[in-house]
């Protein structure tokens, strides 16, 4: 035995929470701060005074960071949020602040994270030590089924998310709302949607929404959005799908090279990447798995599992793309990795 | 505007990263202990963590860790009298060998017990190998993983040094009888023995710990070296392939500048590198720094410091009460319940607590966890003093305070 460090155990998992202006965030954050659960949590908002938190939940507080008496650590955005986030992560490394383990972000009129995922794979340090944990999505359900045609950042908010948070669900009837799920799931079949009323969530709903460690174990599939005990691979389930945004699931038996799908990756996001929402998928990388995920251009340092978390080797890719057809991406990778021989 | 708690200013408080506390056990009142940690996996399967207390009038317990979230004190020893500590042990199959090191010199009994542990609770003495004399404290260290040798750092009644505080050499008893240990070597920093031919070596200008081995650790793939943290003496490694005639091979000392007290050298055999531990012995901060060191050793005649672990502000910790900075390290026993990693090394900080690194860069050796306990119940130094830490096959960390807090096992997350 010599026992390596896993890849991602150790890092500081980071939650972005987006949604477009009027979703609901503020009732949502101001709910979620003054639960047990937000313990060791550190929640990265624009404002602390814009979530009205009670006098008396407050243990002490300094200029942008604001210690709950329930553990949850609240910083506002200072400069910008690279900044804040290695600030964070100092002052937690010297003692100034209190331990948290995981952080969770939400800027109001944040309606597009991509800026945010990119400080966190570009900048080295954060790279090094956080890890990003998932996007969840909040839509308000009583204006979404007007909001969704005129709003082009509504739909690729939720096409993004790994997670949806329906809010004001109480305000409409069962079919509208029933339509309304629909509605998203047309969009994004994967994440799960989740009913919220008056911003009371449990925060592990929150919580581990991405991959936490290199280590194969059956959660990976569930990340892929395989059910093991289904014995479905990535994107049966999926079925009907909004005019312009498209779920594909695509399934390479051959393996790749690293440099043959890194190439046709990086080709595809160069010339489309705007329409390449969301992508995650297993890689068979000379007969090694790796697991590869992006939002839009930004993709995550691919992972190395130790070992393959089922008995099906094949490369799996899902992808949520605008108005690009599985056939052309079939096509490319498969050019590609030929070429490469 | 207020300040916000420094959180590693309060010593009461406990400071995590990717560690979660398993169980916590203070050994019957009876917390304070050694560096002596070792691991025995019985031939019925059960995991008994043996643990040498740092001072009387409690000699070694027996801790059954088999379920490590629910550890059993199954036995506790009593030294013969208050002038004694044993302070270190190591077990190998079934046979516990324990260091037996007096106040002064001259005291009895000063040396090495072997005891059969086959049945655990019953500990059986096999017999007592005298370290005693007029210029002796007997052993202060002791290294056993194969079965047939201990080295360590012990006084001898044939042994007179030219200063009191250079008393213990490297020693290597031949314990294949484990009912009849002989001695199979020794060695010692030329100048510290009455009669030596080199003059006595320059005491340290500030903090005169000595020239005194503490650490002595031998590895079957590498049988022919000694690993031996010599105090202010600095680092070696001998060749002690002719037992009778040991040879240096190298030598790295940081001190003088720095404030001496080199306390074990682990060798990563595969990257050409030592991690080398300094020990703190001053209260709050007072012989700062005192750090883990990586040495380059690819040249055996020039080993090279390349980088040290980073550790927390000592403006903070030695505010905490107590020691600060390095000490023990788990030193990949090549025994069946130990960790082992070339890249993971986890060490025991003092009010530090337990800390974890990754040094798969050498040149910049990252932190990825650690655990510091909050200040123990009645603690005289107002802080956790962690003393020692092993970790077994199974990643689980066992940490030990040095004044009652007792033992802390731990679950890694790296």
Not at chain 2, 119 to 148: I, M, N, Q, T, Y
Request: proline share 6%.
């Amino acid at each position: 035995m010599n026992f390596k460090r896993d890849a991602l155990a150790s890092k500081i998992p980071v939650t972005i929470i987006t949604g477009f202006l009027g979703s609901g965030k503020t009732t949502l954050i101001s709910k979620l701060v003054r639960q047990p659960e937000m313990n060791r949590v550190a929640l990265v908002i624009n404002e602390v005074g814009e979530i009205g938190i009670d006098h008396d939940l407050v243990a002490s507080s300094t200029e942008n960071i604001t210690l709950l008496s329930n553990g949850c650590i609240c910083c506002s955005v200072r400069t910008d949020m690279q900044e804040t986030l290695r600030d964070l992560f100092a002052k937690r490394s010297v003692g100034e602040i209190f331990d948290f383990d995981r952080i969770i972000i939400e800027t109001t009129g944040l309606a597009d994270p991509a800026p945010v995922l990119q400080t966190l794979v570009s900048d080295t340090l954060l790279e090094a030590q956080f890890r990003f944990d998932g996007l969840v999505t909040l839509v308000d359900a009583v204006n979404f089924p007007l909001l969704k045609d005129q709003q082009k950042e509504i739909v690729k908010q939720i096409a993004i998310a790994d997670k949806v948070l329906l809010t004001k669900t109480d305000l409409i009837d069962s079919s509208s709302l029933e339509k309304v799920q629909s509605d998203i799931r047309k969009i994004n079949g994967q994440a799960p949607i989740i009913l919220v009323t008056q911003g009371q969530i449990n925060p592990k709903e929150l919580m581990s929404l991405g991959l936490s460690t290199s280590k194969s174990n059956e959660k990976i599939l569930s990340f892929l959005g395989e059910s093991p005990s289904e014995g479905k691979y990535l994107g049966q389930f999926i079925q009907a799908h909004d005019s312009e945004i498209k779920t594909l699931s695509l399934r390479f038996k051959e393996p790749f090279t690293w440099k043959a799908f890194s190439s046709a990756l990086e080709l595809l996001s160069n010339l489309r990447g705007p329409d390449l929402l969301r992508m995650k998928g297993i890689v068979n990388v000379d007969g090694k798995p790796v697991v590869v995920q992006g939002v839009q251009h930004i993709f995550h340092p691919p992972v190395y599992l130790n070992d393959w978390p089922s008995s099906d080797y094949d490369t799996r890719l899902v992808f949520i793309t605008r108005n690009i057809e599985a056939e052309t991406i079939n096509t490319l990778f498969k050019t590609v990795r030929d070429l490469n021989h | 505007m207020t300040q916000l708690p420094q959180a590693s200013s309060q010593a009461d408080q406990t400071l995590s990263r990717n560690m979660t506390l398993l169980a916590h056990h203070e050994l019957g009142g009876f917390g304070g202990l050694g560096e002596g940690m070792g691991l025995q996996i019985t031939k019925t399967g059960r995991r008994i963590m043996w643990l040498a207390h740092e001072s009387a009038p409690k000699n070694f317990s027996g801790v059954d860790v088999t379920d490590p979230k629910n550890p059993k004190l199954i036995v506790q020893t009593d030294l013969p009298h208050m002038q004694l500590r044993s302070n270190s042990l190591d077990v190998w199959g079934d046979i516990l060998a324990v260091a037996y090191q007096t106040q002064t010199v001259g005291l009895k009994p000063a040396g090495v017990d072997l005891f059969d542990v086959s049945d655990p609770e019953h500990p059986k003495l096999l017999s007592h190998f005298d370290c005693s004399g007029p210029h002796s404290r007997g052993v202060h260290a002791l290294w056993f993983v194969d079965g047939k040798y201990i080295h360590m750092s012990s006084g001898s009644g044939d042994f007179e040094p030219t200063h009191p505080l250079d008393d213990q050499f490297y020693r290597i008893l031949d314990v294949s009888d484990p009912t009849n240990p002989v001695e199979a070597g020794r060695w010692w920093y030329p100048g510290t023995r009455v009669g030596d031919e080199a003059p006595p070596p320059p005491r340290h200008p500030k903090f005169d710990t000595g020239y005194r081995v503490h650490n002595s650790n031998v590895y079957p793939r590498q049988a022919d070296r000694a690993y031996v943290g010599y105090i202010d003496g600095g680092a070696f490694v001998l060749d002690i392939s002719d037992m009778k005639n040991i040879k240096v091979v190298s030598h790295w000392n940081h001190s003088p500048p720095l404030n001496g007290f080199i306390h074990t050298v682990l060798p990563l055999f595969d990257r050409n590198l030592w991690m080398v531990s300094d020990e703190c012995v001053r209260d709050d901060g007072e012989d700062w720094p005192k750090l883990v060191w990586v040495i380059d050793s690819r040249d055996e005649k020039n080993p090279v410091s390349i980088s040290t672990f980073p550790m927390p502000p000592v403006e903070v910790f030695s505010k905490r009460g107590g020691r600060y900075g390095a000490h023990n390290l788990h030193e990949n026993l090549p025994v069946p319940g130990s960790f082992y990693s070339d890249t993971i090394i986890i060490g025991s900080f003092f009010n530090g607590g337990i800390r974890v690194f990754d040094t798969t860069d050498p040149y910049r050796v990252e932190e990825i966890a650690y655990y510091v306990p909050g200040a123990p119940k009645l603690s005289p130094a107002g802080a956790v003093q962690i003393n020692d830490v092993y970790v077994d096959e199974n990643a689980i960390v066992y940490g030990v305070d040095r004044f009652g807090g007792g033992l802390y096992i731990l679950e890694m997350n790296i």
